[in-house]
């Protein structure tokens, strides 16, 4: 309903654009504030190659 509304007003592409920005801004905000940060080891990064 809000979206239609802006979409007369303002040009879609745009506001889309504005959207995934917003989205993307905070999915990085959460991902500092709730993940922990783990830097992979050698044997990590190995890992999907022992799959083959």
């Known amino acids: 309903m ?11 592409l745009q506001l889309a654009i504005f959207q995934l ?11 500092f504030i709730f993940e922990t940060r783990v830097l992979p080891t050698w044997h990590d990064s190995l890992d999907p190659l022992y799959l083959v």
């Open 21 to 31: 920005g917003f989205a993307t801004l905070y999915a990085t905000i959460g991902t």
């Open 2 to 12: 809000v979206t239609n509304y802006f979409v007369k007003e303002v040009d879609a």
